[in-house]
Structures are given as C-alpha cells and as structure tokens.
C-alpha cells in the first residue's frame, strides 16, 4: 500500500516515483466521490449514466490525462515513463485505488487508455492526435475493438474484413464483448486487410468514428453490469489515414497496446481484494455470536491472515512487473504472474468476504456482493487464466536451470 508514501507535491511538477503515494490519495478522493454519488443514486440509474459518473469525476480530478502520453497531451510523469508513452506504475496506483471503492471508477478511467492507446502506438496525424489530447481532456471517450465470435484469446481468428477501395478502406464485420458500446466516441477496430481468419498477418488497426454511416452497436447484460456490447460494421468507410500502425502489422501493434495494460488488470483485481478485506475486519469485529466477537474465533482469524499475506503477495507481485513494463524490460513472465495470481487471488479474498457476511454476504447490494461479481471478470479478459499458466509454463522450461550433478543422492 501506498499510506507511507510522501503526499506533498507541487501543482505543475513532473511526478517522481516517490510522489505515487500522492496519487494514491488523488485517485481514492476520487474513488469517494464516484462510490457517494452512485450509492445516493436511483436504483433505477442505469450502466451507461453510472459510467458517465466515473467519467466525469476523473475528468474534474485531471486523472484521465495519465492514460495519454504526455506528448500528446497527457501528464507528464517525470521519471516514471517517457513523454512518448504512459506509465504502468502510475495507473497500477490509480486503478488500485480506484477499484477499492467502486467498479465505475476503475472502468472509466482504464478504457480510456486501453481504447486510445493504439492511435499514440500507430498514428502521427495531427487530427488523430488531437483527438488522442481530447481523450486526455475527458472530451472524449473511446472504445477497443478486438473480439469476435470466433476470436478472443486469439486474435488470429479476425474474421471482419477491410477492403480497400480508393483512398478509403470498407469494413465489414462485427465485435461483441466491446466495452464502452453505447457511450464511445470512436473505435479502434482491428480488421483483416489480407489472408483468411486463423493468419497471424494480414490484420490491421483501424480509427473508425462512432457516427460513421453503416456502424451499429447493440449492448447486452454481464453480471457486473457496465456499458458493453457487440459493434456491426456494415461497409464502413475510413480513410486512409486513419489506419493506425502499418497495413497488415495489426497483431503487433494489438498485442503492444495490451502489454502496456494488462498489468494494470491485477491492480485492479487487488483493489477489489483489499476492500473486500476492510470489509470482513470490519463486519467480524462488531458482529457477535454466541456471546463474543465473529473475530475471536480461530477460523475466521486464521481467513484473515491468509487473505491478507495472499494480498500482499499479490501486490508485491504487481509492483515488480509495473516496474519492469516501465523499465523497458521484457516482462513477459512477471506480467503473467501477477495476472494470474492477483486475479484469481482476488475471487478467493471476495468469496471469503462473502461467506464471512453470511446471509448479508448475498444479498445483491451489499458491497461484498458486488466485489464478487466485480472479481470474476479479470479472470478472463486481457488473457484468461489459463493463457497465464501457458506463458509462464514456457518461461519455467526455458529458463529454469537443470539441477547440478550430484546434488540430489
């Protein structure tokens, strides 16, 4: 956790690494504030106007500009990341803080990196780059188009098509599980501009505007709900200058905009757990039975202390790799690490939160309730699980090093 952390920081000064403690605070002020207002709103609000309320309380707090570069209008994070990209480190913080008091907050502000980032990766027009700074401005929202009915762990299975045709490509094809669907601005859509669903190459990145003729969305339900749905490209025309990247380097520039993000999904994952924590400390001190504090019996103390070193691991985990991602280095392994064990760790912490509410634990509404639906998601996107377990089984053969001779008798 970030409370021993220096909180002083001058408006207007490049961030240092010391200063995280200090975003820490900014991002839960602004976690308070998104968990206020939704809880003093009508049940009948909606999932695009809770979205809204994330959005527009990161926009107040100037927090959006860290999912832009600062080279295109993002802040600048000093030493943490160069102005050409964004820092893994300052948005592990936010989106830990964030995630801790509402699943609204954590959303908004990481789409609109995730959804923007590509056209920072590929792109050096100036209309595209202005649009990128609007991002930052909280002016607009965008959404990443990758999956399909045929392609999700992988990619390859593309199937939507880009056909060229003069100065201006066609797409058609449609995306389901799209996050953002029904409040984007803009797309960017990865589409097959050669070769047949199941090749690698031939895929390509595309900026593709909501109000452009021929694009329809329909959102549908999740079980934590947020604005998501599917995305029918009906002969969409884009310039050719919208492409983003190289014609057919798609995967590339895809598999990129993930890396520097999927990191980020563990902070998350360990928000959710370290609220859901605070949350059973708190009901096992002032809930009594027969005669004595739920927190006096063995059991549950024992719950506890294992959530809370799994916890930690699982954060000290994160750190490592946010590091690395930052560093430059190859961070293939610890990134997966830190995925699979934050993500599945925080569904074994919310699971336990539950069972220590008992019949308060499952009642839809209650905070421990909502942290278990919240969790079970990470599990799955920006690479399951079990694409996790595959890249760190092929790191562990190829680096674990062969016992020496004679050691074992």
Not at 2 to 27: C, F, K, Q, V, Y
Not at 28 to 42: F, I, K, N, P
Not at 152 to 172: C, Y
Not at 334 to 339: E, G, L
């Amino acid at each position: 956790m970030s409370e021993h952390l220096p909180t002083s920081r001058e408006d207007g000064d490049a961030m240092a690494p010391s200063e995280l403690g200090a975003l820490h605070a900014r991002a839960d002020e602004v976690g308070r504030a998104v968990e206020a207002e939704l809880a003093a709103a009508s049940p009948e609000l909606g999932e695009i106007e809770a979205y809204r309320v994330g959005h527009r309380r990161l926009q107040e707090a100037g927090l959006l500009r860290l999912v832009v570069p600062a080279s295109a209008g993002g802040e600048d994070v000093g030493e943490l990341a160069p102005a050409s990209t964004v820092s893994v480190r300052a948005m592990v913080t936010c989106r830990q803080a964030l995630a801790y008091r509402h699943a609204m907050a954590d959303l908004a502000f990481v789409e609109q990196g995730l959804g923007s980032f590509p056209i920072a990766l590929g792109s050096t027009d100036a209309g595209l780059l202005e649009r990128l700074a609007g991002v930052a401005r909280g002016e607009e929202i965008p959404a990443l188009a990758l999956t399909e009915t045929g392609a999700g762990s992988d990619l390859s299975g593309v199937a939507t098509r880009a056909e060229r045709d003069g100065d201006d490509f066609v797409l058609t094809g449609a995306k389901t599980y799209i996050t953002n669907v029904g409040v984007a601005d803009f797309y960017t859509v990865l589409a097959r501009t050669s070769g047949e669903p199941g090749e690698r190459d031939g895929l390509t990145m595309f900026f593709v505007e909501h109000r452009a003729e021929g694009l329809s969305t329909r959102g549908f339900e999740v079980m934590a709900p947020h604005p998501i749905g599917e995305l029918f490209l009906d002969g969409v025309r884009v310039p050719a200058a919208h492409v983003l990247g190289e014609i057919g380097a798609g995967m590339d520039l895809a598999l990129a905009n993930l890396a520097r993000f999927r990191i980020t999904v563990a902070a998350a994952a360990n928000g959710f757990a370290r609220r859901a924590l605070a949350e059973s400390v708190a009901h096992l001190s002032r809930r009594e039975q027969f005669g004595r504090p739920l927190s006096s019996f063995q059991g549950l103390r024992f719950d506890l202390a294992e959530m809370d070193t799994r916890l930690r691991a699982a954060e000290l985990l994160t750190a490592e790799a946010a590091a690395a991602v930052d560093a430059g280095e190859d961070a293939t392994a610890q990134v997966a690490r830190a995925k699979l064990f934050s993500t599945e760790n925080a569904s074994w912490v919310c699971d336990r939160a539950v069972q220590h509410h008992g019949g308060a634990g499952v009642r839809v509404g209650s905070v421990v309730e909502r942290l278990f639906r919240d969790t079970r998601a990470l599990r799955i996107y920006e690479g399951t699980s079990e694409v996790q377990k595959l890249v760190l089984a092929k790191h562990v053969l190829k680096y674990t090093p062969a016992p020496d001779a004679g050691a074992s008798a």
